[in-house]
């Protein structure tokens, strides 16, 4: 592993970012738009419902943590699409770098574009709403790194679909955390689904995060073997998509679809 | 041999766009890949970028296998320029080229982007967004990239395509000037037959994914009864009968 190469193609994207002021724009409006909108409904539940009385914050603080989750994933692909939108495909794919590179430049780059959008969020809300994600304290941390690996997984399984079936699996990129979202129980605790769909859910970290957030909130405690089996379930979703991806590029060199990604 | 291919098939689904070719290319020299569209050219070269997995066959370069060697190794010493692809519309020349000298482990990467730059003439728009060049200049800051690492192989596609004579004539000149100076071993892929009778030592002949003929220009010009390479290209691409 090279750590300068994969400063390299970190760089590109930094270029990228700091050369557009509508992209730096565009990174802090989406998550701003989330703690807008949650900050009113959750203000909304607060004065019309008992149970969210005494839980101010408890949706904001889902809202941020899930909208980091999306950013991550989000990143991840768009910087995927950016290489095969500026027809730089091949350039990249024919460089001396090793797919592990790629993949730990994409990683990284991913969070730095997440938390320039939603770093300015999340202090916005403490004056308009009162609602601190920091006030998490130290779980913080243990709540955002599943969620962190469980973006990256996401977005090298879009890739892998983008280097399986070409550009035209761009829409599902954009689609494929809403198809996730229902059963992550983001905003309600688990017993709301249906028997069926619980099983399923309790198979993703989402319901783990968001089930010790709610607990971590409410009863001011924490407990670490939850955190411990949703970082756990991050990281066999993240092996499995790193697999997938080194399958997805092995058929793309086989179809021979690396050489016209693009066009 | 500094490049030897063996064999080399490719067969996507049932069609097979490149079938058992055998060709080698000694150190320094630079030869013309010719045929009609669809030939298998552009998959030749893939697989020799290692892009395209080949279905048969071996591509050494020296001494060492494109497939099973470590491929990072290899492609440091390559580099491959196409009008048919391009750099990240939005970063401006001199980001793109500092990119791909990083990626490319260039040492003393700032003198090279200066030396490379004043050798192409790119360096009054070296501050603008590559995205927002002409073509002749984003051809030329095209073939500073493949050159940003002195590449030991250069893999050239139709590099000057869709140029004005002036701008193909500073490009061939170019490439002249710097394989006199560099160490550089050259495979150019063209439909310009003047381009190729300029700059390559010999060539070869792909029709329907096989070779058909090759040799040195003058040879094959003289082989078929021709007065120029253009007539002889004219005169294999639409036989019916394959050459060898």
């Known amino acids: 592993m090279n750590f300068s190469k994969i400063y390299a193609l970190g760089l590109r994207h930094i270029y990228l970012i700091s050369n557009s002021l509508p992209r730096i724009i565009d990174l802090i409006y989406w998550p701003t738009v989330q703690i807008f909108l949650w900050g009113f409904i959750s203000k909304f539940f607060t004065l019309s419902s008992d149970y969210y009385s005494n839980t101010v914050g408890i949706i904001l603080t889902a809202a941020i943590l899930y909208d980091f989750l999306f950013r991550v994933s989000i990143s991840f692909n768009m910087m995927f699409l950016e290489e095969i939108w500026s027809r730089n495909f091949t350039n990249l794919f024919i460089a001396p770098i090793r797919i592990s590179e790629i993949i730990t430049s994409l990683t990284l780059t991913a969070i730095l574009r997440a938390l320039i959008g939603l770093v300015p969020a999340a202090i916005l809300a403490i004056p308009l709403f009162g609602v601190s994600v920091f006030k998490l304290g130290l779980p913080l941390l243990f709540l955002l790194l599943p969620l962190y690996l469980f973006g990256v997984t996401l977005g090298l399984l879009v890739t892998s679909g983008l280097l399986r079936f070409g550009p035209s699996f761009e829409n599902i990129a954009w689609a494929s955390l809403f198809f996730l979202a229902p059963l992550g129980c983001i905003y309600y605790p688990i017993e709301i689904l249906p028997y069926s769909l619980q099983i399923l859910a309790k198979g993703l970290p989402l319901v783990h995060i968001f089930e010790e957030m709610r607990n971590i909130l409410l009863n001011n405690t924490v407990n670490y073997f939850d955190i411990i089996k949703s970082i756990s379930i991050s990281i066999v979703y993240f092996i499995l998509g790193v697999i997938i991806f080194y399958s997805s590029y092995l058929g793309a060199k086989q179809r021979g679809t690396l050489i016209n990604m693009g066009e | ?244």
Do not use: W
């Open chain 2, 1 to 244: 041999m500094f490049i030897q291919v063996k064999n080399l098939s490719k067969v996507f689904k049932k069609n097979l766009a490149v079938d058992k070719i055998n060709f080698h290319i000694e150190k320094n020299k630079t030869v013309g890949l010719l045929g009609p569209n669809g030939c298998g050219k552009t998959t030749s070269i893939g697989m020799m970028l290692g892009l395209i997995e080949p279905s048969e066959g071996e591509i050494i370069i020296d001494n060492k296998n494109l497939v099973s060697f470590k491929r990072d190794d290899i492609l440091a010493r390559i580099n491959f320029c196409s009008p048919y692809i391009e750099l990240p519309k939005k970063l401006t020349v001199k980001q793109n080229l500092e990119v791909y000298g990083r990626l490319y482990g260039v040492k003393n990467l700032s003198e090279r982007i200066l030396e490379i730059s004043e050798d192409l003439d790119i360096k009054n728009f070296f501050k603008r967004k590559t995205g927002e060049l002409s073509s002749g200049q984003k051809n030329r800051v095209s073939l500073a990239k493949s050159l940003i690492n002195k590449p030991e192989i250069l893999l050239l596609d139709e590099p000057t395509a869709s140029l004005d004579p002036d701008i193909g004539d500073f490009v061939r000149s170019y490439i002249q000037e710097y394989r006199a100076k560099n160490q550089v071993t050259i495979l150019l892929a063209s439909h310009n037959m003047n381009e190729v009778e300029r700059l390559c030592d010999s060539i070869i002949m792909m029709k329907k994914g096989k070779i058909i003929d090759r040799g040195t220009c003058n040879e094959i010009i003289k082989k078929h009864g021709r007065n120029n390479l253009e007539e002889t290209f004219l005169k294999l691409a639409r036989s019916r009968d394959e050459l060898q």
